[in-house]
């Protein structure tokens, strides 16, 4: 079966930092999300990327995707505090099944340090 | 605009006993599912429902009951807790665009 593997487990960045979230597949990747959680919260939608080399931004978020490296990347550019939280990738695992079952990473805990 | 609200947010069971998570959503999506969030595992697939009169399995889903009987609800029923379905609860539903909006959780501890 299909996994998806983030990295780092956990990150602590200075507030201003850039910093880069990686979420890896075992397999070809169809579509990705990219969700960030803060607890107790539910999930927070930050961006859906559906082609192999496609990018979006959205305020100082960017995210793109990487088919060949089956990988995705989420970059924030001059972190606030505001960007801690837990950020989750979610991918679709077959194109049989794509539209229904989800896989999930286990997320990568960011702490901004003031 | 509501989005989807899931109750209870905290629940505390013994062992054996049985409870329903409800979920509604104002949005008329057609998709709704059931994830549980566990530490360092993600988040993974109960059930979900691709719209009123029709369930499927996901990955963990023994357990787990859930039933569609509208497009705006989609309950999850544990009918024998047990210690082992102590998790944090999420339901989502999914809008035509792909969008997947959250309810905020529901904890659940079984003793």
């Known amino acids: 079966s299909q996994e998806l593997e983030q990295s780092p487990q956990s990150l602590i960045v200075q507030e201003g930092k850039n910093l880069t979230i990686n979420c890896t597949s075992s397999?070809?990747?169809?579509?990705l999300y990219w969700y960030k959680q803060k607890y107790g919260e539910g999930l927070i939608f930050l961006m859906m990327?559906?082609?192999g080399g496609e990018e979006k931004s959205h305020e100082k978020i960017t995210a793109k995707l990487d088919e060949k490296k089956q990988q995705s990347s989420l970059h924030i550019t001059a972190s606030q505090p505001s960007h801690a939280g837990i950020y989750l990738c979610?991918?679709?695992?077959?194109?049989?099944?794509?539209?229904?079952?989800?896989?999930w990473g286990a997320g990568t805990k960011l702490i901004i340090k003031p | 605009n509501a989005g989807v609200t899931q109750t209870p947010k905290f629940q505390v069971l013994k062992t054996g006993q049985s409870m329903t998570l409800q979920c509604a959503q104002d949005?008329?999506?057609?998709?709704m599912s059931w994830y549980r969030q566990d530490p360092g595992m993600g988040l993974r697939l109960i059930h979900y429902?691709?719209?009123?009169?029709?369930?499927d399995q996901g990955e963990v889903p023994n357990g787990y009951n859930v039933s569609r009987s509208t497009t705006e609800d989609f309950p999850l029923r544990l009918l024998s807790a047990a210690p082992s379905q102590t998790s944090v609860y999420f339901c989502?539903?999914?809008?035509?665009?792909?969008?997947?909006?959250f309810g905020e959780g529901s904890r659940l501890t079984v003793l």
């Open positions: 429902s691709v719209g009123a009169g029709i369930t």
């Open positions: 979610g991918a679709y695992p077959s194109r049989g099944r794509s539209n229904y079952q989800l896989i």
């Open positions: 397999k070809t990747l169809y579509g």
């Open positions: 990327l559906q082609k």
């Open positions: 949005m008329n999506h057609e998709y």
């Open positions: 989502a539903s999914k809008s035509g665009h792909g969008e997947l909006f």
